[in-house]
């Protein structure tokens, strides 16, 4: 097993890494901390946590350009993203920290005849700027939107900025496709025009400027040449629009995991493994990552339904409560995700409370308790509400969530991914669901491609092998699950097969699916977790569904500001998740038994 030191980018020597190093239990609270032996050796963190050094470096130098003195920055995709950010320092922030809010917009130099071979990219940056009293807010709306610029896309971006081809936007230029590029709509050869668009005239972008006309396949391939000749980068526009077409399908259930890469447009999808009749490649969305696609789904919620309360169902993914509650009406939270409170909801709605959409994962993160989705469908067709499932660790390899769901999301950046090098988000809205044409409409008049380039070609290379990845991965759980089950040590063991709401996973287990790569453990005594998690070797560090076993003291990670609230869920404070990899199945057991024989030997006083 690799070895990884403190602040180490995980997997090493890789510059957009996902994961970051913290391999001992000491270096995860100092980092909570924000101790100095920790935080200044961090290279990389996890990316809506950690805002990475060619982000910084791009910020500086638009600080300098605007002449901002004592100033800070943050960086977004678009326009409209950026004056989302803004306004939400504004309803959130003091009024005397917003004096100096501002935002601007770097756009192509048209003047400059290399910027049409640029177009086809949409290399658009638009800048938040503020004091730094205002950075936590702004820090907030980065962090739970996932809408900030990727490390690949500000990159890229900054180097056309110091050579003059990213300019300062004056007002001169009126919006085009290159400050705006509608989600999911490419070149016209890589379009099929869905029923719901059919009658329209011409397809609008997100801020209702007219498409241009997509360009002919030899403006394509001289773009190509040309990027790679004038920036040397990994980026060729041929095949960005058949990448996204091939992850839709790849995601829907549609496409052989190894298929190869093609300019030429893949046929109508005529079916798919998700059993959902009428889905079609348009009906699945691609976001920057994956608390983007529920950001974006609330934002669809909101603008289609109106503005309602929503019920957040089961211990969640920190953020996803986060955009419940301050982006909106806010919401009830049930925690424990149990048949009681389910009876507890009923009631609610038997007495005339009306709600949004009920957010779940299947299963949670970190308990790996899974919901009742039959009787939460149920419910939802009785009493309308919508149901957002979020499937990234059960993973459609393994169970079929779309049927009792309206929209089912995912992040794209755990096991469809594996490389950890990556990020990536999706959103399916289910053709069959009674909103369908209303978060269609929204769709169309409101979303916005932000997904970087260079970033959709790597989705697309890592996760060919995805399905193969899952079996193995299913076969090591179980493995390590064997092993630590029933060990005098271990007080708890979570995971979808041995825990009591097993019966709501079966429901959705596919007939040749597993239970996953994530399971936790809780030890009878903290200095026994301690020594286990120092002793395991594997990477360790946040995030999770990497093709390498990650281990991480979760809760730690990210409940430590409010540990004594998690523990009112029973999510214990000294929890250890254990996301399980590629290793041979024999040579990861042996890593767990010897990190075991570590803890045996702490000595516990009576």
């Not at 400050?179 to 997100?206: E, I, N, T, V």
């Not at 998700?274 to 969305?285: F, S």
């Not at 925690?335 to 007495?351: I, P, Q, V």
């Not at 970033?455 to 630590?484: G, K």
Request: glycine letters at 6%.
């Amino acid at each position: 097993m690799p070895r990884f030191s403190i602040g180490e980018s995980i997997p090493p020597d890789t510059a957009h890494a996902v994961s970051v190093s913290l391999p001992t239990w000491e270096s995860n609270v100092g980092y909570e901390e924000g101790q100095e032996w920790v935080v200044s050796r961090m290279t990389t963190g996890y990316p809506r946590f950690f805002i990475h050094k060619s982000i910084e470096a791009f910020a500086i130098d638009v600080v300098a350009k605007v002449g901002a003195k004592g100033l800070r920055v943050m960086l977004f995709p678009t326009r409209q993203i950026a004056l989302r950010c803004a306004n939400f320092i504004r309803s959130n922030a003091p009024p005397a920290l917003v004096t100096n809010l501002d935002v601007v917009h770097l756009v192509l130099d048209t003047v400059n005849p290399s910027s049409a071979a640029l177009e086809p990219v949409f290399p658009t940056i638009s800048a938040v700027l503020f004091s730094q009293e205002t950075f936590p807010y702004a820090k907030q709306y980065w962090q739970h939107t996932g809408d900030g610029v990727s490390s690949r896309r500000a990159e890229f971006c900054h180097g056309l900025f110091k050579d003059g081809l990213l300019r300062l936007d004056d007002g001169s230029n009126s919006p085009t496709a290159t400050q705006s590029q509608k989600l999911c709509r490419g070149p016209r050869r890589y379009r099929r025009m869905s029923s719901l668009d059919a009658g329209k005239k011409s397809s609008l972008l997100g801020n209702g400027s007219p498409v241009r006309p997509a360009a002919g396949m030899g403006d394509v391939q001289e773009t190509s040449r040309f990027l790679e000749e004038r920036f040397g980068r990994n980026l060729d526009v041929s095949f960005v629009e058949p990448a996204k077409s091939a992850i839709r399908r790849r995601i829907a259930g549609a496409l052989r995991s190894d298929h190869e890469l093609s300019t030429s447009p893949l046929p109508e999808m005529e079916s798919n493994s998700r059993g959902i009749l009428n889905l079609k490649e348009e009906d699945v969305y691609l976001m920057p990552c994956g608390m983007n696609a529920i950001f974006n789904v609330h934002r669809a919620l909101l603008g289609s339904r109106g503005s309602l309360k929503s019920i957040s169902f089961g211990f969640p993914y920190v953020d996803t409560l986060k955009i419940l509650e301050k982006f909106g009406p806010g919401c009830i939270f049930y925690g424990h995700a149990s048949e009681s409170d389910l009876d507890d909801l009923e009631s609610r709605l038997k007495g005339g409370e009306k709600f949004l959409a009920l957010f779940c994962e299947f299963p949670g993160n970190p308990l790996l308790t899974c919901p009742n989705l039959v009787r939460i469908s149920q419910l939802a067709d009785q009493y309308d509400f919508a149901v957002v499932v979020d499937e990234t660790i059960g993973t459609f390899a393994n169970i079929n969530v779309l049927q009792f769901s309206d929209v089912v999301v995912s992040s794209l950046t755990k096991i469809f991914s594996g490389d950890c090098n990556v990020m990536g988000g999706s959103a399916i809205f289910n053709p069959n669901s009674r909103y369908y044409t209303k978060f269609k409409a929204f769709a169309r008049r409101e979303f916005e491609d932000a997904y970087w380039s260079e970033d959709v070609i790597f989705m697309e290379r890592n996760s060919r092998d995805f399905a193969s990845r899952i079996e193995r991965i299913n076969t090591n759980a179980e493995a390590i699950c064997d092993v630590l089950r029933n060990h005098p040590l271990i007080k708890t063991l979570y995971f979808p097969r041995y825990n009591e709401s097993r019966p709501n996973y079966e429901v959705c287990k596919l007939p040749g699916g597993g239970y996953g790569g994530l399971l936790s453990i809780v030890f009878h005594h903290r200095a026994q977790a301690i020594a286990f998690f120092d002793a395991v070797d594997t990477a360790k560090g946040p995030s999770l569904g990497t093709n390498f076993t990650l281990t991480s003291p979760y809760v730690l990670l990210a409940h430590y500001q409010e540990l004594d609230w998690a523990a009112s869920f029973n999510v214990d404070p000294d929890l250890i998740r254990i996301s399980v990899g590629l290793e041979e199945t024999d040579e990861i057991v042996n890593v767990f038994q010897s990190a075991l024989k570590a803890a045996e030997s702490v000595e516990i006083a009576k």
